[in-house]
């Protein structure tokens, strides 16, 4: 056998064992979707972002009236509502509510896999520990991309109905950036979902660091360089009072996050014993 022949044969069988590789990638994200759907994860997700997608132009649109029927022995004045005041409440539940949602519906994956054993019988049919925790934090960004799109859908054309003529400045790197900061957030989660053997702990931790950034963002002169500024900033981008170049330190540093808490997940759970 001469050298060609050997490295065809060695090329052929990394190419075979890469295409193993990627088809379970990819039956193993599917099976997380599946797990996801099961455990009513996917409906509750859903369903809040939906609600806040269908009920923040809403809310905006009725607040003045609201206030009017508010006896509180004087009358209360308010400006007409504008579809501005339609995406401030939308940001509001979003940088709020939806939030708390999502790491609860997210956080401690990897534990309860890592608990009831079923990481061990996963691993055993072949799948790389890097694509199990690559695959893990895949399915969970697919999931909030999804949802995400639809509540954003259902709220434009919500808005654009109670508030005809809308014009959002920079609509797009708006809603780009709270997704990447949930992005990020879901990075997290996946990291702390390494650490310990219950639920609540990833939760918690989840949970310190969104307190971290709000404390970040409580300081002005800081908001720029944390990713906070993608879910603090957002009502400013729409207004046109902020735009890309405002947010682009943000941005990098976000996704430098995001990719050290991925990587750092893969080389905790290469190391660890199951």
Same mark, same amino acid.
């Given at each position: 056998?001469?050298?060609?022949?050997?490295?065809?044969?060695?090329?052929?069988?990394?190419?075979?064992?890469? =295409?193993?590789?990627?088809?379970?990638?990819?039956?193993?994200?599917?099976?997380?979707? =599946?797990?996801?759907?099961?455990?009513?994860?996917?409906?509750?997700? &859903?369903?809040?972002?939906? +609600? &806040?997608?269908?009920?923040?132009?809403?809310?905006?649109?009725?607040?003045?009236?609201i206030f009017k029927s508010i006896d509180v022995g004087f009358e209360i004045? =308010?400006?007409? /509502?504008?579809? @501005?005041?339609?995406?401030?409440?939308?940001?509001?539940?979003? $940088?709020?509510?939806?939030?708390?949602?999502?790491?609860?519906? &997210?956080?401690?994956?990897?534990?309860?896999?890592?608990?009831k054993g079923t990481a061990i019988l996963i691993l055993s049919k072949g +799948?790389?520990?890097?694509?199990?925790v690559v695959s893990k934090f895949i399915a969970s960004v697919l999931l909030?991309?999804?949802?995400?799109?639809?509540?954003?859908?259902?709220?434009? !054309?919500?808005?654009?109905?109670?508030?005809?003529?809308? #014009?959002?400045?920079?609509?797009?790197? $708006? =809603?780009? $950036? &709270?997704? +990447?900061?949930?992005?990020? +957030?879901?990075?997290? $989660?996946?990291?702390?979902?390494?650490?310990? #053997?219950?639920?609540?702990?990833?939760?918690?931790?989840?949970? !310190?660091?969104? @307190?971290?950034?709000?404390?970040? !963002?409580?300081?002005?002169?800081?908001?720029?360089?944390? /990713?906070? @500024?993608?879910?603090?900033? #957002?009502?400013?981008?729409?207004?046109?009072?902020?735009?890309?170049?405002?947010?682009?330190?943000?941005?990098?540093?976000?996704?430098?996050?995001?990719?050290?808490?991925?990587?750092?997940?893969?080389?905790?759970?290469?190391?660890?014993?199951?």
């Amino acid at each position: 056998m001469n050298i060609n022949s050997v490295l065809t044969a060695s090329i052929v069988r990394s190419a075979i064992n890469k =295409m193993n590789e990627i088809n379970t990638f990819i039956v193993f994200i599917k099976k997380e979707l =599946m797990e996801q759907w099961r455990n009513y994860r996917i409906i509750v997700l &859903f369903s809040v972002l939906l +609600l &806040f997608g269908m009920s923040s132009p809403l809310l905006a649109k009725l607040m003045p009236e609201i206030f009017k029927s508010i006896d509180v022995g004087f009358e209360i004045k =308010m400006p007409e /509502p504008t579809f @501005a005041d339609a995406y401030a409440q939308f940001f509001k539940n979003m $940088s709020q509510v939806s939030l708390i949602v999502i790491i609860l519906v &997210f956080s401690g994956s990897i534990t309860q896999e890592k608990i009831k054993g079923t990481a061990i019988l996963i691993l055993s049919k072949g +799948l790389s520990r890097k694509t199990f925790v690559v695959s893990k934090f895949i399915a969970s960004v697919l999931l909030w991309t999804i949802a995400f799109v639809v509540s954003v859908i259902v709220f434009y !054309g919500y808005t654009e109905y109670l508030f005809p003529g809308q #014009n959002p400045q920079n609509f797009m790197i $708006s =809603m780009f $950036s &709270f997704w +990447l900061f949930v992005v990020f +957030l879901l990075s997290v $989660s996946t990291l702390t979902g390494l650490i310990g #053997n219950s639920f609540y702990i990833p939760a918690v931790l989840t949970f !310190g660091v969104l @307190a971290l950034m709000f404390a970040i !963002g409580a300081v002005p002169k800081t908001v720029k360089y944390s /990713p906070i @500024a993608l879910s603090s900033w #957002n009502v400013d981008m729409i207004l046109g009072t902020k735009g890309i170049s405002d947010i682009t330190i943000s941005l990098t540093i976000t996704v430098l996050l995001t990719v050290i808490c991925i990587v750092s997940s893969v080389i905790i759970f290469s190391k660890q014993e199951l």
